[in-house]
């Protein structure tokens, strides 16, 4: 599949010819731990508002954290993001509210990375919003929970970093800005992140576009 460099206003215009006079779209961005998934959806977000306010709203995937109090119980808090430590069922839910709800409002939960937790009803989705933007790492997931999530999306977008080196080198910044050690922060970006970034990449092909930053 032809990899094409993140162009905001091109992304923008194809939001907009997919959302046509639809009551609502939904858009995903997947990639790896690090690729800079949420940096695109903010930005792809604010262009559309900067044209329309209230367009669009991101609500990540990471809301769907499980709680640091569920996973202490076995191995998983020491591969947190990996697909098991996430509530996919939850997930796909919301995504089906975000599409057929006729509701004024739907909240969504958001994980809070400084106390490394999700905290719910964070966001609110107005019915008057016709675009939303999630982004995480297992849009693309094969695996039935996931695959019912991927149902309420209309497109997905796959995100690559400039390269793998600045990708990881990204990923341990954000930890170590988000309190852990510098040798804390590599070994999990260098462990548990990058065996789910492998996992992440075995479902590329699936994307409707796959794009690259051309820098940081």
Known sequence: METVEVDLDALARRVR???????????????????????????????????VSGTAVVVPMDGFHLARSVIAVDDRADRR??????????????????REDTGPVVYAPEYRREIEDPVAGAIAVPRSTPVVVTEGNYLLYDHPAWREARASIDEVWFLEAPSESLRI?????????????????????????????????GHRDRADLVLRWPRW
């Open 17 to 51: 010819t997919a959302a046509g006079s639809r009551t609502r779209i939904v858009v995903g961005v997947c990639g790896a731990p690090g690729a800079g998934k949420s940096t695109l959806a903010a930005m792809l977000v604010a262009r559309l508002n900067a044209d």
């Open 169 to 201: 080198e990204r990923l341990v910044e954000r930890h170590e800005r988000f309190g852990k050690p510098a040798e804390h922060a590599r070994r999990h970006a260098l462990g548990p992140d990058e065996t789910n970034a492998r996992l992440v990449f």
């Open 81 to 98: 993001g990996a697909p098991d430590t996430f509530d996919p069922d939850g997930y796909a839910a919301l995504l089906r509210r975000l």
